[in-house]
């Protein structure tokens, strides 16, 4: 709902102009791309629970903090110029919050799709996990084609700063519901709980040829530390940084092609 409604809402914003929508997509777009693979490290180094918790509290809050901001924007419009200091603050607020909401959905998706659809899956009969995966994908689409129609009843027959409202009263309230629904989930399977436990467990308790691999580096690094130059320093890190690890892990896969060729199918539909 959030995704459909937040172009209208810039658009409402400045009559004059798409410039402010587009700007909003491009940031969230740039920043699934730049910080994605760090979400997928912090999802990997937390608990299922604890992932959940964050996942919930930050993705709700956020939309609730930038329905609230459009409320403010819309109702106070003739009292705002479009080119003052807090409405452009305001609006940096509002793609801020937009960000960390998109962020936090990428990490439950994560969570859900690529961590305890597995774990549920795991000892079942083949198939077992594909006809999940196909379920929790028509409930995606499914409510992607709801969400809008409802926003856009509430746009076109109430008003914006109504659908603003609804978006920010909605997550105050979908936040519980959410957060309910999928600890049944995490208390009903076992296996879920079990799996997060080893997660963590092998992410704090390192083994003994990891310690040994690690102290051997460490008796090294002052050696390489000397000889290392500043350039050099700066490629290395750059060459390790999360987001550019994370490409070069996918350039090398076999599935890549085939990826590329889907996302341009999707933009060309969508286009």
């Known amino acids: 709902m959030w995704e459909f409604s937040v172009a209208l809402y810039m658009i409402t914003l400045w009559p004059d102009s798409v410039i402010l929508a587009a700007i909003y997509g491009a940031i969230e777009s740039a920043s699934i791309a730049f910080f994605g693979p760090l979400v997928g490290q912090w999802v990997q180094s937390l608990s299922y629970i604890q ?15 930038a329905g609230s901001i459009v409320v403010v924007l819309i109702t106070f ?6 080119n003052s200091i807090l409405f452009i603050s305001l609006v940096i607020l509002t793609n801020i919050s937009g960000v960390v909401g998109v962020l936090s959905t990428l990490a439950g998706t994560i ?40 926003s856009g009843l509430l746009i076109s ?14 997550n105050c309230i979908a936040v519980w519901i959410e957060y309910w629904l999928f600890t049944s989930v995490y208390k009903g399977i076992p296996a879920i709980a079990q799996s997060s436990l080893r997660k963590t467990t092998s992410i704090t308790s390192p083994t003994q040829s990891q310690i040994e691999r690690e102290s051997l580096l460490s008796t090294n690094d002052y050696e390489k530390h000397l000889a290392r130059t500043w350039t050099r320093k700066l490629t290395e890190w750059t060459t390790k940084a999360p987001f550019i690890g994370a490409w070069n892990v996918y350039l090398q896969q076999n599935i890549m ?14 286009g």
């Open 257 to 270: 092609l085939p990826a590329v060729a889907l996302a341009l199918l999707y933009f060309t539909v969508r």
């Open 157 to 170: 027959f109430v008003s914006v700063k109504a659908s603003a409202m609804n978006l920010a009263i909605w």
């Open 77 to 82: 419009s003739s009292w705002i110029p479009t």
């Open 51 to 65: 992932v959940l918790r964050i996942w919930l509290v930050t993705q709700n809050l956020s939309f609730i903090i």
């Open 111 to 150: 969570l859900i799709e690529r961590e305890w659809v597995v774990v549920i899956s795991e000892g079942q009969p083949l198939g077992v996990l594909t006809n999940m995966n196909l379920i929790i994908r028509r409930i995606d689409l499914t409510y992607k084609l709801l969400a809008p129609l409802v």
